[in-house]
């Protein structure tokens, strides 16, 4: 069985510019989760969707957005680009929306602002 | 505000100790708890889960947890040079949404 999947693994982006990053949960995992994780810290919220429905989000500006869709793949967007955006980008599948039993995280896309 | 405290570290231990790392959190009403392990430039991988007060094992892993202190631990024993790697600390509510912690940064020396 194939792991959450996540592209691109790395990305170099210039200010101001638009990016979009893709997340494939595990089979039969209906809820998607973004973290973003800057060097040193631990993940930080962004966005939960469970059956293509927000479920929660982070407190994070209007730059960033996110959807899931019918096969619960996921997609994050983030708008004009700010250094301050540089970090890994973390997708979690679970098999639900109650998180019982922890997530399992994509290995991430790198992104660089410049 | 949640939130969930570690010491960054890093714990140096040398090769077959215990290795105990700590984690506090604010949100009284917390439910689930988990420890994830980061090897640099990796992603996190969950170890355990507890959700009621003492201790659960697993293998050379064991996570304490006092709710009346809010407190979780990770206790390591017979530490190797591979868990060398941050570990993530992450605690849940009601809304099951979890808050990480910054982790602390483990380091088994031979």
């Known amino acids: 069985d194939a792991g959450v999947t996540q592209s691109p693994t790395h990305l170099i982006k210039t200010r101001g510019q638009q990016v979009t990053l893709r997340c494939s949960p595990i089979s039969g995992h209906k809820s998607v989760s973004w973290y973003q994780q800057v060097l040193g810290q631990g993940p930080q919220f962004i966005f939960q969707y469970y059956e293509k429905e927000e479920r929660g989000r982070g407190n994070f500006p209007d730059r960033f957005s996110a959807r899931q869709f019918p096969n619960y793949s996921s997609e994050l967007n983030v708008n004009a680009l700010l250094l301050g955006d540089s970090a890994l980008y973390l997708c979690?599948?679970?098999?639900?929306?109650?998180?019982?039993?922890?997530?399992?995280f994509g290995s991430g896309t790198r992104l660089t602002v410049v | 505000q949640k939130e969930v405290e570690q010491n960054s570290g890093p714990l140096s231990v040398p090769e077959g100790a215990i290795a105990s790392l700590n984690c506090t959190y604010s949100d009284r009403g917390s439910q689930s708890f988990f420890w994830y392990r980061q090897y640099s430039g990796k992603s996190p991988e969950l170890i355990m889960f507890?959700?009621?007060?003492g201790d659960k094992e697993d293998g050379r892993f064991t996570a304490q947890l006092n709710k009346a202190s809010q407190y979780v631990s990770l206790l390591i024993r017979d530490s190797q040079p591979s868990d060398s790697a941050t570990y993530l600390c992450a605690v849940t509510g009601g809304s099951y949404i979890p808050t990480f912690g910054r982790g602390t940064s483990l380091i088994v020396h031979p």
């Open positions: 979690a599948s679970s098999l639900s929306d109650s998180f019982n039993y922890g997530y399992t």
């Open positions: 507890i959700y009621s007060n």
